[in-house]
């Protein structure tokens, strides 16, 4: 958020009343974590993000980053897990939220995506969710990755336009 507030401050180009949060992987975590801590944004894209640390930590084939992240297991270190994990900030989302998830990730399983977005439309948030039953982690097929770029594009579009 400092950062944007640099970039807001010495950038007259920047419309501060139609910015939106992406990310992806850890990017994904970032968005979610934005998500209940600022209303700032229109909107926000969360691809492939982690959205409840213990239950990504049981899911995950990468499990030294996670113990590594909040130095240790679930059970060993739950204050850790509960403190960064941004679904423990449900009742402050507000910012309309696309998801975007794969059946295939194995490093952020896609029960992640689709927590995030239950927890979403149980809240009342406008969301949507666009869900790949043949990618990964990334969006690697040509047909798949136009109706990503469309379906990114179309959702910023809705929220940020004037």
């Known amino acids: 958020m400092k950062g944007l507030d640099y970039a807001e401050e010495h950038y007259g180009f920047i419309d501060k009343d139609r910015e939106c949060a992406l990310g992806a992987s850890y990017g994904g975590y970032m968005a979610n974590w934005v998500l209940g801590h600022t209303d700032r944004f229109k909107c926000i894209v969360s691809h492939d993000g982690m959205f409840n640390a213990e239950s990504a930590w049981g899911t995950t084939e990468e499990l030294w980053f996670n113990d590594w992240e909040f130095k240790g297991t679930p059970y060993d270190n739950r204050a850790g897990y509960e403190k960064w994990s941004p679904h423990q900030y449900a009742k402050n989302f507000k910012t309309p939220t696309l998801v975007i998830h794969g059946q295939k990730d194995y490093r952020l399983?896609?029960?992640?995506?689709?927590?995030?977005?239950?927890?979403?439309?149980?809240?009342?948030?406008?969301?949507?969710?666009?869900?790949?039953?043949?990618?990964?982690?990334?969006?690697?097929?040509?047909?798949?990755?136009?109706?990503?770029?469309?379906?990114?594009?179309?959702?910023?579009?809705?929220?940020?336009?004037?």
């Open 109 to 162: 399983d896609v029960s992640e995506g689709l927590q995030l977005f239950t927890t979403l439309q149980m809240e009342g948030v406008p969301s949507k969710m666009l869900y790949f039953p043949d990618e990964g982690h990334w969006v690697l097929k040509p047909q798949n990755s136009q109706l990503w770029y469309k379906t990114v594009n179309d959702w910023v579009d809705q929220w940020t336009k004037k």
